[in-house]
């Protein structure tokens, strides 16, 4: 398992494609970053309080319906969903990508995983970048919350 301090960080939406088109089972995830949650290894269900069997995280894995349409679009989409989180669960939150086994799934159908392995940060930067490019998108955009 890497250092947390030391994982590389990712600073442009390319970087993240490359990564994902050489690397399958990859998950995002958002919050204060490895050093934290691997000390307890599970997430707890804000509504509930109750304990998941793992770390709730979102898988980066590019679907195959998406065929041969750009990968960095499909980057943007996967992080713009979850962008608010920063803002929502307050300083130092942040995006970082790890491998994993899935356990279950939580209560927002998010995969719950486990023997978590640190792979790299994602800067600020490639979230507004998201953004922009979620921006350049003519779609009415569904009722989730997609602010950020």
Not at 24 to 50: C, N
Not at 116 to 127: H, M, Q
Request: hydrophobic share 40%.
């Amino acid at each position: 398992m890497s250092a947390p301090e030391n994982l590389p960080v990712l600073t442009t939406l390319s970087a993240v494609a490359r990564l994902l088109e050489r690397q399958r089972g990859l998950y995002v995830r958002w919050s204060k970053g490895p050093g934290v949650d691997l000390e307890k290894t599970s997430s707890i269900d804000e509504l509930t309080g109750v304990p998941m069997p793992g770390l709730s995280a979102n898988p980066l894995d590019v679907e195959a319906w998406w065929e041969d349409r750009p990968v960095e679009l499909w980057v943007a989409r996967r992080l713009f969903d979850y962008a608010h989180l920063p803002h929502d669960k307050g300083p130092g939150v942040r995006p970082w990508v790890l491998t994993g086994r899935e356990t279950g799934r939580g209560p927002d159908n998010e995969p719950l995983v486990t023997d978590a392995d640190p792979v790299c940060w994602i800067a600020d930067e490639v979230i507004d970048a998201a953004r922009d490019e979620m921006a350049r998108q003519v779609r009415e955009w569904g009722t989730l919350r997609r602010g950020g």
